[in-house]
């Protein structure tokens, strides 16, 4: 069997080789600067302002300004006035919704400050003229003192 025993070329392999990197790397900077261009292209048609919207906020402008009573003019009158006839249907009132609360309590160990109970004092102690010892109390019965609830942790920032 014959092999070759000619030594390898490797000036072409070299020039080979540079030529690879360089169309690798003049590829990457065409798609780079391709997908650049359309990225911005798609974004202008999307984000700019297109003839209908342009006519809509005209509309909508000309109709808050015609109206039987101006918007600005009723901006004013509200400013001046404030609601002293509004109907309680739209007067600002307090949630009475108790709902949000609620997931705090299956978040043990830390409730936000703004939520925490307040501290329960402790309750005086008994004398035993005023009031029956516990030991008289029936063993099903409640304590009289409120249960203990733990202080909550504040997180600690440096």
Known sequence: MASDKSDPRVGLILQVGVLAIVMLLA???FLQAYFDRMDRAEIARK???HAALIDLRAEEKQQLSSGPMPIDKAMQMIAAKGR???SPDIMPSASKDRAPLE???KMPGHVPGAFALPPVEPAPAPSSLTAPSASTAPSGAP???PPQHPQPQQPHHP
Do not use: D, E
């Open 27 to 29: 590829t990457r900077a």
């Open 47 to 49: 984000i700019g302002p």
């Open 84 to 86: 002293l006839n509004a």
């Open 103 to 105: 997931g705090w309590t």
């Open 143 to 145: 304590s009289a003192a």
